[in-house]
């Protein structure tokens, strides 16, 4: 990350812990906190933003990195399923670096790495992707950010949400300024849950806000 890059990453972690702070319960529900955008938004136009990132459409190869599955779903704050929902996604690859003109880190791309994906949610608000389980990459000389996806979820009717979802298990949680910087609710719903049955499927909750 260059000088340029940090600084914006700091300023918008910054908005991101702000706005994370109004984040509140609705009849004692937790709704997803929103969470720092970063400085990386995928800027560089792609074709292929399906489901599955592991793979990019016309090429023979796949991404390096352990496969993983999330199956999520988006409530409302009633718990009520969102069919519809536009989930916008985007994380770093198995090496820790975007794919995006401003990540100058000196690990390698990941020319079989999608990177980006833009879904929909389905009946009973269900939605899944499969992926690689990104790598930590330094966000300052003292701060590593743990693995973690980032989200904006948008539908009509509901207020937009930035976030990040994180990984179980994780010894950089604990030490992550962003996410220590939420509530304990807050962070067990932004941590993505083990499924005992299904060692590579994590399950993902998102519960939006009504305008
Ligand atoms: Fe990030």
Redo the contacts with the bound molecule.
């Keep these: 990350m260059n000088i340029e890059s940090r600084r914006l990453f700091l300023k918008t972690s910054i908005i991101g812990g702000v706005l994370g702070f109004f984040s509140n319960k609705v009849s004692g529900i937790t709704l997803t906190p929103s969470d720092s955008q970063?400085p990386?938004y995928p800027i560089t136009p792609q074709k292929d933003k399906d489901f599955d990132l592991t793979t990019i459409k016309g090429q023979e190869g796949t991404a390096i990195g352990e496969i993983i599955n999330i199956r999520g779903k988006v409530l409302d704050e009633n718990l009520n399923p969102l069919e519809d929902v536009s989930i916008d996604l985007w994380q770093?690859n198995a090496a820790g670096r975007y794919h995006h003109p401003y990540d100058t880190s000196s690990v390698p791309l990941d020319e079989n790495f999608q990177g980006w994906a833009i879904i929909q949610s389905g009946v009973k608000g269900g939605f899944n992707f499969k992926t690689i389980i990104p790598g930590a990459y330094a966000a300052s000389g003292s701060w590593t950010?743990p693995p973690?996806i980032?989200f904006k979820i948008s539908k009509t009717g509901y207020h937009e949400l930035i976030t990040q979802m994180y990984f179980p298990d994780n010894e950089l949680n604990k030490k992550d300024y962003l996410l220590q910087s939420k509530s304990s609710s807050e962070q067990e719903i932004m941590i993505a849950k083990k499924i005992e049955s299904s060692p590579n499927t994590l399950e993902y909750t998102i519960i939006l806000k009504s305008i």
Excluded: N, T, V
Aim: charged share 15%.
């Design positions: 970063g990386f770093a950010r973690h980032h």
